[in-house]
């Protein structure tokens, strides 16, 4: 008991000095708040897709392919505190705000219960990306959710054979003609006859994320379901 009350003091202590911040706001965090504060959280634009089957991201996805079901954790504004936590995963090296967000959406759809699939499949980075980066910020969505529906995930099924320039500045054409042949699965078998969760961070114009639900239809899966951390 002493030694968990003296490991506590000296962890507040640190705290005075070095405070762990909250990513989307640079505000210190409270006792007991991970990554982002509570604050930010409640007020961040969260969308209620998982409540509604025929929600707008799914919608607007289903035309430009079959999707079953479709849920984004946020609504995407620039200059945002949501944009802040996606720079943060991207390229502050947090891997681990992708996967507190995937346990948010993944509780979400848990309690909802509208997504029934069999794997969960990150949207790939290319190798040369990945290695640079150290991680697929999407795979660690994708982990985060796989925690919470108790489905596995994997980021080897497809793989990206082109490094595609940034979708930023593209307009829908574009973005389209930049993605639409970059993608591979590696063994049909893994996918075929499969329910899938394809899972990105942010789905704009989703012409990636049409792009890989292309490719896994092609080998052969059953049903596509979307999730993303947000949506512009």
Request: charged residues 25%.
């Amino acid at each position: 008991m002493a030694n968990s009350i003296f490991r506590e003091l000296i962890s507040d202590f640190v705290s005075l000095f070095f405070p762990n911040c909250c990513v989307a706001c640079s505000d210190s965090l409270a006792k007991g708040e991970e990554l982002v504060c509570t604050r930010c959280m409640l007020e961040m634009p969260q969308t209620s897709h998982h409540k509604e089957i025929n929600n707008e991201l799914r919608v607007r996805l289903s035309h430009r392919f079959e999707v079953t079901k479709a849920a984004a954790l946020f609504k995407f504004a620039k200059s945002s505190r949501v944009q802040h936590i996606l720079h943060a995963l991207k390229y502050k090296n947090r891997p681990e705000v992708g996967i507190m967000l995937g346990k948010v959406l993944g509780q979400k759809l848990v309690d909802a219960k509208i997504i029934q699939t069999d794997i969960i499949i990150p949207v790939p980075l290319h190798s040369s990306r990945k290695r640079k980066r150290g991680y697929n910020q999407s795979a660690k969505f994708a982990e985060g959710l796989s925690m919470k529906l108790n489905i596995p995930f994997s980021d080897t099924i497809i793989t990206r054979l082109v490094k595609t320039d940034t979708q930023t500045k593209k307009n829908k054409l574009n973005r389209w003609q930049n993605v639409s042949e970059v993608f591979h699965v590696k063994d049909p078998v893994t996918v075929k006859g499969k329910r899938i969760l394809l899972v990105d961070d942010v789905v704009t114009t989703g012409a990636t994320i049409e792009a890989c639900a292309h490719v896994l239809k092609q080998n052969g899966c059953s049903e596509i379901n979307i999730a993303c951390i947000a949506e512009a």
